[in-house]
């Protein structure tokens, strides 16, 4: 009998910020990237107004709310108002919750040996920070957003097992499997476990996500994740020396989630104008905690954007992608020296760069209104000091 390794995921611990921002009162509006004070006096003004509109809005009509806990969503999306928006709300001390935040883990994990690798996820409904002084009550595959990162070889037997500690039915959704959806995607009820397999046969980087109806609440709410399949030819992903994983999301809240949290706006998110968009479920946290290179050495980026609605453009500032693999199709030979590379919602690229002059070079989608949201972070190469002018 074949050992049958597992991964456990631990994401518990670092997500919580202390509440000190909190005893704060005086909060202002202000970019993510703090730099730009006359547009947050206007976004304040718009708010105000926008805000003012919502509730002569709510007064002529109000709109009744389903039972589902965590989630705001009109009964009928007919003549249902947004809340106004909330994006770049920061507390005065968000550069310190900003560097107190642990930045979630974005280095590649090993591979497991052996034929089969077991995946154990929980499914949990659970408070997050999802950018410096916000909360949002996300739903979880274990504890944190995006999921754990799954890394998995080429005909290796994937065998899944979910647990759902939630209130309500959800499901898994992999991208990177050829299955029957009715036997194998299927709800799984609160209290229960369920278990299914299939083999990793295409290599590439993939989303999963909960496929649970409404798919687009389930996605917005933070579950989602990545999985990525080595090739079982190493030589159509050569080796580098540094990879990770970044995972786009959209959030779409409800309210500022600065006094307390936040949860689902569905009208924000039928109509694609999230508050936030993010690398790996927290806004600009590779900003105050970059990733890291040597000048020379190939980092390889897995991107997937989780959406659940807006697509990924992504690109390095300072550099090109040197080899392009576009959603998952692992050809030989790759793209080469790409400047911008869409990768879609529910689809993923794996890039590569190789940088040799050190400096700070930040990743973006060049879809800049996501930047302004949260969807930028920083390469650091060859361990240098400072920070980004803009
Ligand atoms: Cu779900």
Same mark, same amino acid.
């Given at each position: 009998?074949?050992?049958?390794?597992?991964?456990?995921?631990?994401?518990?611990?670092y997500r919580e910020e202390k509440?000190v921002g909190?005893?704060?009162?005086?909060?202002?509006?202000g970019l993510a990237v703090g730099i730009?004070?006359?547009?947050?006096?206007?976004?304040?003004?718009?708010?105000?107004?926008?805000?003012?509109?919502?509730?002569?809005?709510?007064?002529?009509?109000?709109?009744?709310?389903?039972?589902?806990? %965590?989630?705001?969503?009109?009964?009928?999306?007919?003549?249902?108002?947004?809340?106004?928006?909330?994006?770049g709300?920061a507390p005065a001390n968000a550069d310190a919750l900003a560097a107190a935040h642990k930045a979630y883990p974005a280095a590649?994990?090993?591979?497991?040996?052996?034929?089969?690798?077991?995946?154990?996820?929980?499914?949990?409904?659970?408070?997050l920070s999802i950018a410096p002084g916000i909360?949002?009550?996300?739903?979880?595959? *274990?504890? %944190?957003?995006?999921?754990?990162?799954?890394?998995?070889?080429? %005909?290796?037997?994937?065998?899944?097992?979910?647990?759902?500690?939630?209130?309500?039915?959800?499901?898994?959704?992999?991208?990177?499997?050829?299955?029957?959806?009715?036997?194998?995607?299927?709800?799984?009820?609160?209290?229960?476990?369920?278990?299914?397999?299939?083999?990793?046969?295409?290599?590439?980087?993939?989303?999963?996500?909960?496929?649970?109806?409404?798919?687009?609440?389930?996605?917005?709410?933070?579950?989602?994740?990545?999985?990525?399949?080595?090739?079982?030819?190493?030589?159509?992903?050569?080796?580098?020396?540094?990879?990770y994983?970044l995972?786009?999301?959209?959030?779409?809240?409800?309210?500022?989630?600065?006094?307390?949290?936040?949860?689902?706006?569905?009208?924000?998110?039928?109509?694609?104008?999230?508050?936030w968009v993010t690398w790996n479920g927290y806004a600009a946290q590779y900003v105050k905690h970059p990733l890291t290179?040597?000048?020379?050495?190939?980092?390889?980026?897995?991107?997937?954007?989780? %959406?659940?609605?807006?697509? +990924? *453009?992504?690109?390095?500032?300072? +550099?090109?992608?040197?080899?392009?693999?576009?959603?998952?199709?692992?050809? *030989?030979?790759?793209?080469?020296?790409?400047?911008?590379? !869409?990768?879609?919602?529910?689809?993923?690229?794996?890039?590569?760069?190789?940088? +040799?002059?050190?400096?700070l070079y930040p990743f973006v !989608?060049?879809?800049?209104?996501?930047v302004d949201m949260g969807a930028v972070g920083l390469l650091n190469v060859?361990d240098v000091s400072g920070t980004m002018s803009h």
């Open positions: 009998m074949a050992a049958h390794p597992t991964v456990h995921a631990h994401y518990g611990e509440d909190f005893k704060l009162l005086a909060l202002f509006l730009l004070g006359m547009v947050a006096v206007w976004m304040g003004i718009s708010a105000q107004n926008a805000r003012d509109d919502a509730r002569a809005a709510a007064k002529a009509a109000p709109t009744a709310t389903t039972s589902m806990p %965590g989630m705001a969503m009109p009964s009928s999306a007919e003549g249902a108002r947004p809340t106004p928006s909330f994006a709300i590649l994990p090993a591979t497991t040996p052996g034929p089969v690798l077991n995946v154990h996820i929980g499914i949990n409904h659970r408070v909360k949002y009550e996300a739903w979880t595959f *274990d504890s %944190g957003v995006p999921g754990p990162v799954i890394h998995a070889r080429q %005909g290796q037997t994937v065998r899944v097992t979910l647990t759902n500690h939630a209130p309500m039915p959800h499901s898994v959704d992999f991208h990177a499997a050829r299955v029957a959806p009715n036997k194998d995607f299927v709800d799984i009820m609160p209290g229960k476990s369920f278990t299914f397999s299939f083999t990793a046969g295409d290599p590439g980087v993939f989303m999963y996500h909960c496929g649970t109806k409404p798919v687009l609440a389930h996605i917005a709410n933070g579950m989602y994740g990545a999985i990525v399949v080595d090739p079982s030819n190493p030589n159509l992903l050569p080796p580098v020396h540094h990879a994983v995972v786009s999301g959209e959030w779409y809240l409800n309210a500022p989630g600065n006094k307390k949290p936040a949860s689902l706006d569905m009208v924000k998110a039928h109509q694609m104008t999230p508050d290179a040597h000048p020379g050495h190939t980092v390889r980026f897995y991107v997937v954007d989780a %959406g659940p609605s807006i697509d +990924t *453009d992504f690109h390095v500032v300072g +550099t090109v992608l040197e080899r392009a693999w576009l959603d998952a199709a692992v050809t *030989d030979p790759p793209l080469h020296n790409i400047q911008t590379a !869409t990768v879609p919602a529910g689809g993923g690229g794996i890039f590569d760069v190789n940088i +040799t002059k050190p400096g !989608t060049h879809s800049f209104a996501s060859g």
